[in-house]
């Protein structure tokens, strides 16, 4: 088990419930409310739902409890706790911006980041892919 558990869980098979429905049943199992607690973020092309905690919380309890709720058994939901990485994927970036500009915006902790390692920047799909030294970085 690593140190630090991620403060988001991956609910995969959700193509039964919508935004709302997921958030109330997340809701209602976590006794937290959803965007001043959690966020859910839905990946419909792969059929996932990324709930990510504001609130401090044991995230491998919550899976526990949802792997255990009647309803999401019912659903055939499943939910794992996100790997934590250290990059993630900027996309709809201006035509001219530049590595620089992406890595000064990236490491600024007002932004939620931290120090950046590297910056791999795709002009052609307006995108760019932003490593930090540590997971920490990518909040």
Excluded: W
């Amino acid at each position: 088990k690593s140190a630090e558990t991620s403060p988001s869980v991956v609910f995969e098979n959700i193509q039964g419930c919508n935004l709302q429905g997921l958030s109330m049943l997340l809701e209602s199992i976590s006794s937290l409310a959803a965007d001043d607690d959690f966020t859910v973020e839905v990946i419909p092309e792969r059929n996932v739902a990324v709930v990510t905690f504001i609130k401090s919380i044991d995230t491998e309890e919550f899976v526990r409890k949802c792997l255990q709720n009647k309803r999401i058994k019912e659903l055939e939901i499943t939910a794992r706790l996100l790997e934590l990485t250290r990059s993630i994927k900027a996309e709809n970036l201006p035509a001219s911006i530049s590595t620089d500009c992406i890595s000064v915006y990236f490491q600024n902790p007002q932004n939620g980041g931290g120090p950046v390692s590297d910056v791999q920047l795709f002009s052609k799909k307006n995108a760019a892919i932003i490593t930090f030294h540590d997971h920490k970085g990518n909040a």
